[in-house]
């Protein structure tokens, strides 16, 4: 069973600066070709949004509001989402996501079976 855990969320002010870090663990021998990881978020009283994408080939895919702002990498034991120049709107609930036997990123956010716990990120002056 793949597990997820998320780490490095916070508090920072318009312009700041935030690492998020997910362990991930559980993934079946011979899927190492054949994975997507992905960060998503969660705002108060809206819908969970994807936020970037990578597969197991490196590509990877930004909504275009994170565009040249996020950085994700990393791979299906760790996964980083290094985020820079955060806008008050990148306020939410971080959740690490998962799928393996896959040679394409789920299109959609129910193509992933595995998620973590999320982390809380809040950008406020």
């Known amino acids: 069973q793949v597990q997820l855990v998320e780490s490095g969320g916070g508090s920072v002010q318009p312009g700041g600066s935030l690492r998020l870090s997910c362990a991930a663990s559980?993934?079946?021998?011979?899927?190492?070709?054949?994975?997507?990881m992905g960060w998503f978020r969660q705002a108060p009283g809206k819908e969970r949004e994807k936020v970037a994408t990578?597969?197991?080939?490196?590509n990877t895919e930004y909504t275009d509001s994170v565009k040249e702002r996020f950085t994700i990498s990393g791979d299906n034991t760790n996964l980083y989402l290094e985020m820079v120049s955060l806008k008050t709107e990148d306020t939410g609930t971080y959740y690490c996501?998962?799928?393996?036997?896959?040679?394409?990123?789920?299109?959609?956010?129910?193509?992933?079976?595995?998620w973590g716990q999320g982390t809380q990120v809040t950008v406020s002056s």
């Open positions: 990578i597969d197991a080939y490196g």
């Open positions: 559980g993934f079946e021998s011979g899927s190492s070709s054949s994975y997507c």
């Open positions: 996501a998962a799928q393996q036997w896959v040679w394409l990123c789920p299109a959609e956010i129910r193509g992933f079976g595995y």
